[in-house]
């Protein structure tokens, strides 16, 4: 294990849900992430955080809501998805934001949105 | 925008045998080049890097060649075993910037016939 836990693995929702995908990481490291894996984009980053404050939001849509109450769980809130948001939705965590620090990712939520 | 470009996307080879896979990077501010390797139903997992002051790296059947000039960096893996089965991507990031800014390539589905 990498030390890097998501609940829930798999997901089903309807277009009108309100569903949140939860991250936690046991490695005390200060940055974490989001990222969404399709077939088009296979590691698109989402959002990143660093000591718990976004520093990064690409461009996401917001139906997509982030939540870091503290350095070793995130979340992120879901509501009104569409069909094309169904991906494997990967979080990951890294000691800090240094561009050669590792990522340790977790094994993802599987979202299907109906 | 700066781009990584993995070739191929899918690779088959031999129990055994050797399999390269191949990046080119497009920003010259780029000196750190992680691979990761993602198992099925897991999150990517660091498995080496190589920084832009060294031209190759090893470790068992492992290996990664950099070649800045040509800003192209290969990962070899050698007398494949069927645990190598797995997608792999590389990716190419600043260590001196954010790791927000690391860029991923598409992946390359590798499978290891027995």
């Known amino acids: 294990e990498t030390g890097v836990t998501q609940t829930p693995r798999h997901l089903v929702m309807g277009m009108t849900n309100k569903k949140s995908l939860k991250c936690e990481q046991h490695l005390g490291h200060n940055a974490m992430y989001w990222y969404k894996q399709s077939a088009k984009k296979p590691l698109e980053l989402m959002f990143v955080?660093?000591?718990?404050?976004?520093?990064e939001n690409n461009s996401v849509p917001s139906r997509f809501s982030p939540e870091c109450p503290n350095s070793s769980h995130l979340f992120l809130h879901l509501h009104t998805l569409q069909p094309e948001d169904s991906a494997l939705y990967l979080c990951?965590?890294?000691?800090?934001?240094?561009?050669?620090?590792?990522?340790?990712f977790g094994p993802g939520t599987r979202l299907t949105v109906l | 925008g700066e781009n990584v470009e993995q070739h191929p996307s899918t690779l088959s080879v031999q129990e055994g045998d050797s399999a390269v896979i191949k990046c080119t990077y497009s920003?010259?501010?780029?000196?750190?080049f992680p691979w990761y390797k993602q198992e099925l139903g897991k999150g990517p997992q660091l498995i080496i890097d190589?920084?832009?002051?060294?031209g190759e790296k090893k470790d068992q059947r492992i290996a990664v060649t950099l070649n800045k000039t040509a800003k192209h960096f290969s990962l070899h893996i050698t007398e494949t075993q069927p645990e190598d089965s797995a997608v792999y991507f590389c990716?190419?990031?600043?260590?001196?910037?954010?790791?927000?800014?690391?860029?991923f390539g598409s992946g390359t589905r590798l499978s290891i016939r027995p």
């Open positions: 190589i920084r832009s002051n060294v």
């Open positions: 990951a965590s890294s000691q800090t934001l240094a561009g050669d620090n590792e990522q340790f």
């Open positions: 990716a190419a990031s600043d260590e001196y910037s954010s790791a927000s800014k690391i860029i």
């Open positions: 920003d010259s501010a780029s000196n750190y």
């Open positions: 955080y660093n000591f718990k404050e976004q520093t």
